[in-house]
């Protein structure tokens, strides 16, 4: 009994020396600083906390590689709508924003002007964008 009755009367010593010492020396590192608190800057700092970062690649998953194998990307330009399929890029006719599929067929390139080229350069650009 008596040793726990000495070994909690050291703790307290020490624990009071130790509480003393911090008092006196930390007593000159306390600087002021002002807490800036407004929604811009809780903002600014959620935006930086909670932004993807750009630096990494968006991870590939079994859910996107199925999306992007069932979907088709579709371009709607001047009532006609573009996609690539099997390699060849395929129009057809737009009406009430609906695409017209019987009258679906592939772009012939042959028989472009350099207009109608660059045209469809940009769409097909359009098209492959992020891929």
């Given amino acids: 009994m ?11 010593v020490t624990m009071f ?19 800036v608190v ?5 903002n600014e700092l959620l935006k930086k906390m909670f932004a993807p970062d750009e630096s990494f690649p968006k991870a590939t ?3 996107t590689k199925h999306f992007d ?4 990307r579709i371009l709607i330009v001047d009532s006609q709508a573009y996609w690539i399929k099997n390699n060849s ?4 006719d737009v009406v009430n924003g609906e695409v017209e599929r019987d009258t679906a067929r592939e772009v012939d390139t042959m028989a472009m002007d350099k207009v ?4 469809m350069m940009f769409i097909v650009e359009k098209l492959k964008e992020g891929l």
Avoid: C, D, P
Wanted: net charge positive.
């Fill in 69 to 72: 194998s069932v979907s088709i």
């Fill in 116 to 119: 109608q080229l660059n045209k």
């Fill in 38 to 42: 407004s929604q811009s800057n809780n």
């Fill in 17 to 35: 020396i130790t509480y003393r010492w911090l008092q006196k020396n930390t007593g000159h590192m306390k600087k002021s600083f002002k807490l």
């Fill in 2 to 12: 008596l040793e726990y009755l000495l070994g909690s009367i050291i703790t307290a």
């Fill in 61 to 63: 998953t079994q859910s």
């Fill in 89 to 92: 890029v395929f129009t057809a």
